[in-house]
Nanobody, 122 residues
């Protein structure tokens, strides 16, 4: 499985962005998907995750109520809608796939995308 994240960019505080992660290869609809982010000088941190059919989602406390993860299995794509962005959300955002369909806050995912930069200006 190859993952391609896109949709990052520069946005002002309070603005919104929607990230996409397109998967190629087989199995996407059976995998849990997650979003992580990594700011300069910091460790990669969990943002959100969703089970294969979307029945369960999980969010980091820092983004709960502002970010929404969703997926479209017909398009092999997972999304991260980010609203009310603030400068602390600035990071490279990565998507990841868990082949056991487990939503995890840790980085125990099997496949990773290349990341997309999100920069929020104050």
């Amino acid at each position: 499985v190859q993952l391609q994240a896109s949709g990052g960019g520069l946005v002002q505080a309070g603005g919104s962005l929607r990230l996409s992660c397109a998967a190629s290869g087989r199995g996407f609809s059976s995998y849990a998907m997650g979003w992580f982010r990594q700011a300069p000088g910091k460790e990669r941190e969990f943002v959100a995750a969703i089970t294969s059919m979307g029945g369960r989602t999980l969010y980091a406390d820092s983004v709960k109520g502002r970010f929404t993860i969703s997926r479209d299995n017909s398009k092999n794509t997972v999304y991260l809608q980010m609203n009310s962005l603030n400068p602390e959300d600035t990071a490279v955002y990565y998507c990841a796939a868990n082949t056991l369909n487990i939503v995890l806050r840790t980085t125990d995912y099997d496949y990773w995308g290349q990341g997309t930069q999100v920069t929020v200006s104050s």
